[in-house]
């Protein structure tokens, strides 16, 4: 117990030195009082120190600097309290007591704000009111000699307590110490005060640590005091343990909040870390998909953004932006975009999706795709916006080619949705329909096409479509548009589905084909020609069938009338003869006529017909024409012809043409058989396939195998005076009637050419 | 010989050409046999009598041309003419050729017709006389014997009676005799008669 030989003796008459002399020769008895105190003050100094340095670390937490004042003025009262309870003379007793008023005013003070900084409760006209009138009661302690609550101290007795030797004051009270109870009533209500409100706010640890605890110490110790002062119970007064008692709670509920912060402080820097390490694995998942992601926070105008967000706009990877410099980033063209965007993203409480352009220091331009959410706070307003953005220069230069090619395409290329209104359309539509485009958008395709307004399906536009655009590809009818002045012109058309970002399209591309169309015609004009004149070769190679055709009925009809004109002549003229004559004169007449009139059909160069035709009629017609050519060439010819009504639909001057032309060149190639031997025969017959074939079979010189093929084409001949276009013609014909033309050699002698033609359909 | 009625004969295979020119050349008195086909008209003709056929040239079976072929062959003295439909020129050439009279185109003018038939009937006619006189001519001449045809010869070379006897040896006067049996025989009155007689039957004068 050497050890109490280390306890401060002050040079004051605080302690008395005599007692602890007394105390030591009293044979090792510890003085368990002044330890006890001692240590409480210690205790309570080293709490002081401790949130005091809290303080200093964190001076924005006042509680813990009125704590601390709390702390010191405890460390006072409990010094103070030590030296009355060790007091051994009056003078001794006297001059703690009044020192210890002070503390108790620091006490109070540092209480009250104490209670109000860090619980936020007590009512702070009932705390000032406590504080005045302590300090009053301060104030009136200051002359006094044995402090306010003395009037008088005569003597001190000593009562051992745990054996340590304690002072009672004997003497008069003073009646002013009712004052001092007065504060103290006073402070004990602002803590019951301040107990209820944090009691109802919930917080009640805190109540119950902080101010409830204070408010029933007080009670306590205050009790106890008045006891001890009127002799009813031995010193000491448990003031000093009972207010370290108070101070350790508000102490753990401190620390409580001081663990806390620190818990805190480590969860936020491990948040803050993990922030920092999703910033970083969001700045290279962006760098990656070279998205830059921003937040803007509308509260504090200020963005934040990855380094490949800044980069993407040309901000610095320091700066600061707000929502000016950002704007300032944009092209100024597409700022009202931007605006607008925003604002529409509010109103509809939508997305934010604006495609813009942002112009970069070096003068560049990007264009950027932003996309961005807005975040409300409690009350329903917009407090942040989260996005993206995204470079899309290489799609805005290929959406920008797309459109240059579909500009230049020397085609009109609409795109039409699936109701039929036209969407976008190039500079090659807006010439074919003499319409600007913005005319064109919105219309209906219909409008400029009239011909998609026929069909069963008023609903399923696009189907309609495809099956004109199909059919009028088969030619099995003509497309025409309609330009703004109503004037019709015929078109091609095709479709074709295309996917878009704004959704599925049907891509109308459309030909103008007037020219095409002209051209078909000229062209089959000039195979007309080309047939007609390849006609009148040929009949000009029969002239002699032709003279004779005429000249028969011609003869018939000069001898009958000269006939007439004798018997005439006569006195007795047979008038039965003259009659019969006449007759004769009349049918050879007709029967001129109708040469002629064949003639001139087989001359003409007229519309081609078609209509059903007798192949065996046709070719009847067509020899009784050459019947005399044949007889010339000495010819015969055999006929093994169907019995029925062989139908095929064609036009009858063509194909008595081609028959024409078949017959004429069986006979030249026969020109070299001997006379005998010049047989012509011609067979017709129906097929399975509902067609008509049709041979003519020569016993003449016959074809080299290896010309079987180019006898039907033009200029191959093998006649000296030849153009040898007949065949050429006659296959062109066959292939407008849809038919087939070819040679074959015979086993024997001699030649066969082969006419297949479709019969006729029984539909018109 | 009597006068026949000279026979016109027609070829061509269209019924009512046949008609119309049958009915012309009656009107004018001519008389017709009509044929549409070549081989019937080869059976029937008869060409000892004055006639001319006019035929067509283009006909099936037998062509005109092939059937002045024929008639030549079988030695037809009927005069031929050609009507035709179409006149070609080297049909019209083979046809005259061949011993045709005329080649007339159709249309036929009916005069034109009767003319060409006139003509060719005359020269029928005209043949005909001639072979029959010759054929007379021929009788006349088996009837002398042979004696007498030598001397003949003699006579028509314009020889002397004297000369032939010596010629012949026989005496002058059986000259005489022969001369004056064979002018009875050949019913000629003049020396010159005689000389045209032999000269039409073919027989050669004797060598001076």
């Not at chain 1, 059903?612 to 067509?622: A, F, G, K, R, S």
Request: hydrophobic share 45%; glycine share 6%.
């Amino acid at each position: 117990m050497r050890t109490f030989g280390l306890i401060p003796r002050p040079v004051s008459g605080v302690w008395s030195a005599s007692i602890h002399k007394d105390f030591y020769d009293s044979g090792r008895q510890m003085p368990v009082i002044t330890i006890l105190w001692s240590m409480i003050a210690a205790a309570s100094l080293t709490m002081m120190l401790v949130h005091f340095i809290v303080w200093l670390r964190r001076r924005d937490r006042y509680a813990h600097l009125s704590f601390a004042f709390v702390a010191l003025s405890v460390t006072g009262v409990t010094l103070c309290a030590l030296g009355y309870e060790t007091a051994s003379t009056p003078a001794e007793y006297g001059r703690a007591m009044w020192m210890i008023e002070f503390a108790i005013f620091a006490y109070f003070v540092s209480v009250v704000v104490f209670v109000r900084t860090y619980l936020k409760a007590g009512p702070i006209w009932l705390g000032g009111i406590v504080v005045v009138l302590r300090l009053l009661f301060l104030v009136m302690n200051l002359p006094t000699e044995f402090s306010i609550n003395y009037a008088s101290i005569d003597s001190i007795e000593q009562v051992v307590v745990l054996g340590e030797p304690l002072a009672r004051p004997v003497g008069t009270l003073s009646p002013w110490r009712h004052f001092g109870e007065l504060s103290e009533v006073g402070l004990f209500l602002y803590l019951v005060l301040a107990t209820v409100v944090v009691w109802r706010r919930g917080e009640k640890r805190k109540a119950i640590l902080i101010s409830a605890s204070n408010a029933a110490v007080m009670l306590l110790a205050a009790g106890h005091a008045a006891l001890v002062f009127h002799g009813l119970l031995p010193p000491p007064m448990m003031v000093a343990p009972s207010i370290l008692f108070v101070v350790m709670a508000m102490s753990y509920d401190l620390s409580s909040e001081v663990l806390h912060a620190a818990e805190l402080t480590e969860t936020v820097q491990a948040r803050e870390s993990q922030l920092r390490e999703s910033e970083k694995r969001m700045d290279l998942a962006g760098q990656a998909a070279e998205l830059g992601h921003w937040v803007w926070d509308m509260r504090a105008d200020e963005i934040w953004a990855t380094q490949k967000g800044r980069s993407l706009y040309g901000i610095g990877p320091d700066e600061r932006v707000t929502f000016e410099r950002f704007i300032q980033t944009i092209h100024p063209e597409d700022r009202d975009a931007v605006h607008r965007g925003i604002n529409d993203s509010l109103m509809n409480k939508d997305d934010f999706n604006v495609e813009y352009r942002v112009v970069l220091p070096d003068s560049g331009t990007r264009w950027v795709l932003a996309r961005g959410r807005f975040e409300y706070d409690e009350a329903g307003q917009p407090a942040r916006m989260l996005g993206v953005s995204l470079d899309i220069t290489h799609r805005r230069i290929a959406e920008e080619r797309a459109l240059q090619i579909v500009e230049a395409s020397p085609n009109a290329i609409m795109l039409i949705d699936f109701n039929g209104s036209i969407g976008h359309v190039n500079s090659k539509a807006e010439r074919m329909f003499d319409r600007p485009r913005q005319q064109m958008q919105g219309l209906s395709l219909d409008t400029l096409i009239p011909d998609l307004r026929i069909g069963a399906d008023q609903h399923d536009f696009a189907g309609r479509l495809n099956e004109v655009s199909i059919r009028a590809a088969r030619r099995e009818y003509d497309l025409n548009a309609c330009r703004s002045d109503g004037q019709s012109f015929p078109i091609e058309i095709s479709v074709s589905p295309v996917q878009t970002p704004d959704g599925a399209f049907m891509l109308v591309s459309v030909i103008d084909i007037t020219e095409r169309k002209q051209a078909e015609l000229e062209s089959a004009r000039q195979r007309n020609e080309l047939a007609h004149l390849s006609r009148v070769t040929m009949l000009g190679e029969l002239s002699g069938s032709l003279a004779h055709e005429l000249n028969q009925p011609l003869a018939s009809i000069l001898s009958n009338a000269q006939a007439a004109q004798q018997f005439l002549a006569k006195d007795q003229a047979d008038l039965d003869e003259v009659r019969e004559i006449l007759q004769d004169i009349v049918d050879e007449d007709k029967r001129a006529g109708e040469v002629i009139r064949r003639l001139r059909l087989l001359l003409k160069k007229g519309e081609i017909l078609k209509e059903p035709l007798d192949i065996n009629e046709t070719l009847h017609d067509v020899l009784r024409l050459v019947r005399s050519d044949l007889i010339n060439h000495g010819v015969h010819v055999q006929l093994q012809l169907t019995s029925e009504r062989l139908e095929v639909a064609g036009d009858p001057v063509q194909l008595q043409q081609i028959l024409l032309n078949l017959v004429m060149n069986a006979c030249d190639a026969m020109a070299q058989t001997p006379t005998g031997q010049r047989l012509l025969l011609i067979t017709t017959e129906r097929t399975d396939q509902q067609a008509v074939h049709l041979c003519v079979t020569d016993h003449g010189c016959g074809i080299p195998e290896n010309q079987l093929r180019s006898i039907f084409e033009p200029f191959v001949t093998s006649k000296p005076e030849g153009m040898g276009l007949g065949l050429a013609v006659c296959q062109t014909i066959v292939k407008m009637h849809d038919g087939k033309l070819w040679a074959t050699n015979n086993h024997g002698p001699g030649a066969t050419f082969h006419l297949l033609l479709p019969a006729a359909s029984k539909t018109p | 010989m009597k006068n026949p009625t000279p026979m016109v004969y027609l070829v061509d295979d269209e019924q009512p050409v046949l008609r119309a020119l049958s009915r012309l050349l009656r009107s004018k008195g001519r008389e017709v046999m009509a044929f549409e086909s070549a081989a019937e008209f080869i059976q029937t003709h008869r060409d000892d009598k004055p006639g001319c056929a006019v035929i067509d040239l283009a006909m099936p079976e037998l062509t005109g041309l092939q059937l002045q072929e024929r008639l030549s062959d079988l030695g037809s003295s009927l005069p031929v003419i050609f009507l035709t439909g179409n006149g070609d020129i080297p049909s019209s050439v083979k046809a005259m050729k061949g011993g045709a009279i005329d080649f007339l185109t159709k249309p036929v003018d009916g005069d034109l017709l009767i003319q060409a038939i006139d003509r060719a009937i005359e020269a029928h006619t005209l043949m005909l006389i001639s072979v029959a006189e010759t054929a007379a001519l021929e009788r006349c001449l088996s009837t002398l014997t042979p004696r007498e045809r030598e001397v003949l010869e003699h006579v028509v070379a314009g020889k002397m009676n004297k000369q032939i006897a010596a010629d012949l040896g026989i005496v002058e006067k059986t000259i005489k005799v022969h001369r004056s049996r064979i002018m009875e025989k050949m019913q000629a009155d003049s020396l010159a008669e005689l000389v045209r007689m032999t000269q039409k039957i073919g027989i050669e004068p004797a060598r001076p």
